[in-house]
């Protein structure tokens, strides 16, 4: 015993002699999935909680976050997007996710005020939504895989990490049946063989820019706004967009547009707003809206 007191008294000699104090806490912290289910909605919650030892308050942020009702089964996410290097947000941001088998999977994002104001934490939210029978909840529900998704700013970083356990899946399998449900006629399952295919999905899903309508459209029309960008949703965006007559054709304003003619104007656009100035631009020089559209195909 006196051996253990002369040890412990030069460990604290040293500490002074050097500066160094003990630490007077300790912390802890952990994520959790929560899954709320009723006949009004389903949401799912990814929470990171931290506490402090000498202390009972504990702090608690929500990462991610999935909705889905009757009316809108497809699942609204939002995330935080935080980037590390300081650069700048736009309140509609190109988004990316790194699979785990290295592909990307684009979307495109915009900030969720309500969201971020609720959280109260200063952190930027964005909004997208993301269909069950995506490449990103497959990955999440696949057994076993410890692969963390993230979902980031393109270019850049600043997405939170999204640990699943098995038990985990169970919950996040729950709130995706659920969706299913809602969805009453669909032939969709939360895991589907098919590949996946997020411009198709994004494509035939609800539309933003007229209130949420979703319209299903012919393969044909398919692969002319997607090409070979099956993992990308911006060139369904831009369909989406010209669709709900935000852009004229002609001179006149005319803005009904046939999805034939609206998706070569699209097809496999990476920027939304180059490709439509650039049509606009056109068209109030006195180009006719096919010339239009071939000057602008190579303008992303």
């Not at 003619?261 to 699209?266: E, M, P, S, Y």
Request: include cysteine.
């Amino acid at each position: 015993m006196p051996v253990r007191k002369r040890k412990s008294a030069l460990m604290v000699l040293a500490l002074l002699l050097s500066g160094g104090t003990a630490p007077a806490s300790a912390s802890s912290s952990s994520t959790i999935w929560n899954v709320y289910v009723s006949s009004e909605g389903a949401r799912l919650n990814y929470i990171h909680s931290a506490s402090f030892l000498g202390s009972e308050e504990v702090s608690r942020k929500q990462l991610f976050s999935a909705i889905c009702n009757p009316n809108q089964p497809t699942p609204y996410i939002t995330t935080v997007i935080q980037p590390r290097g300081g650069e700048t947000l736009y309140p509609s941001q190109n988004l990316k996710v790194r699979l785990e088998d290295g592909n990307y999977m684009f979307l495109l994002g915009n900030i969720d005020q309500i969201a971020t104001v609720n959280a109260g934490d200063q952190l930027t939210r964005y909004g997208v939504s993301i269909p069950v029978d995506s490449v990103f909840f497959r990955t999440l529900m696949q057994p076993g895989s410890r692969y963390e998704l993230r979902i980031d700013a393109d270019p850049g970083n600043g997405g939170v990490p999204l640990r699943v356990t098995d038990r985990d899946r169970e919950r996040i399998g729950a709130f995706l049946q659920t969706c299913t449900n809602y969805g009453a006629g669909s032939s969709q399952t939360v895991m589907n063989a098919e590949p996946p295919y997020a411009c198709r999905d994004f494509l035939n899903g609800p539309n933003q820019y007229a209130g949420n309508q979703s319209v299903t459209y012919e393969p044909g029309i398919i692969d002319r706004v997607c090409g070979d960008m099956r993992m990308d949703v911006r060139p369904a965006n831009c369909m989406h967009y010209v669709m709900s007559g935000n852009v004229a054709w002609d001179r006149q304003g005319n803005a009904a547009w046939q999805p034939a003619n609206a998706a070569d104007l699209c097809s496999q656009s990476t920027d939304i707003g180059a490709r439509i100035q650039c049509f606009n631009i056109q068209i109030a020089h006195g180009a006719d809206w096919y010339s239009s559209i071939q000057a602008c195909r190579s303008v992303n």
